[in-house]
C-alpha cells in the first residue's frame, strides 16, 4: 500500500521559522531529547519553550519527562499525530510553491517572464523590425 501525501495546506502555526525547524526535527523521529534540539537550532531554552508552547498549545506537539542516566528529569518533545498531519500537509504546501515559482505550474499567457516576456505572443517575434 502506498502512502498518500495529505492534501497542502500552509500552516501559520508550523511556518515561523523556529517552530518549522522544530518540526523538521521531530518528523522523522518519535521523541527529541529537549537539550538536542535546542542546541540543534543554536537557541536558548526560553526561545525553544516560548516556540514549542505555541505548537502545543495548537495540539501539534507534547513533551513527557524520564529520568536520565544521571537519575535527573529530561524533557521529551514530540509531534503529535496531528502536528505530523498539519506538517506533512505544509510541506505539501511549500512544495506547491516553490514548484511554482519554478514555473512548473505556471505555463500559458499573460505571465511576464524575468526576461520580460509576457509569454502572450504567440510565435510572435519581440523585434518591431519583423
Do not use: N
Not at 492534501?7 to 501559520?12: G, I, K, L, S, V
Not at 518519535?30 to 525553544?48: H, N, Q, T
Not at 516556540?51 to 495548537?58: G, I, R, S, T
Not at 529530561?74 to 506538517?87: C, H, I, K, Q, S
Amino acid at each position: 500500500m502506498t502512502r498518500r501525501r495529505p492534501a497542502a495546506r500552509f500552516d501559520e502555526i508550523i511556518h515561523a521559522p523556529h517552530r518549522l525547524r522544530i518540526c523538521a526535527l521531530l518528523a522523522p523521529v518519535e521523541s527529541m531529547e529537549f537539550g538536542s534540539v535546542r542546541d540543534e537550532l543554536g537557541v536558548a531554552d526560553s526561545v525553544l519553550s516560548k516556540q514549542f508552547k505555541v505548537l502545543a498549545d495548537a495540539g501539534y506537539a507534547s513533551t513527557s519527562k524520564a529520568a536520565g542516566d544521571t537519575g535527573r528529569a529530561r524533557t521529551w518533545l514530540t509531534l503529535t499525530r496531528d502536528g505530523r498531519t498539519a506538517f506533512s500537509a505544509h510541506l505539501e504546501a511549500l512544495r506547491e510553491l516553490a514548484a511554482a515559482a519554478e514555473g512548473a505550474s505556471v505555463a500559458g499567457a499573460g505571465v511576464e517572464g524575468l526576461d520580460g516576456d509576457r509569454g502572450d505572443h504567440h510565435g510572435q517575434s519581440d523585434d518591431p523590425q519583423q
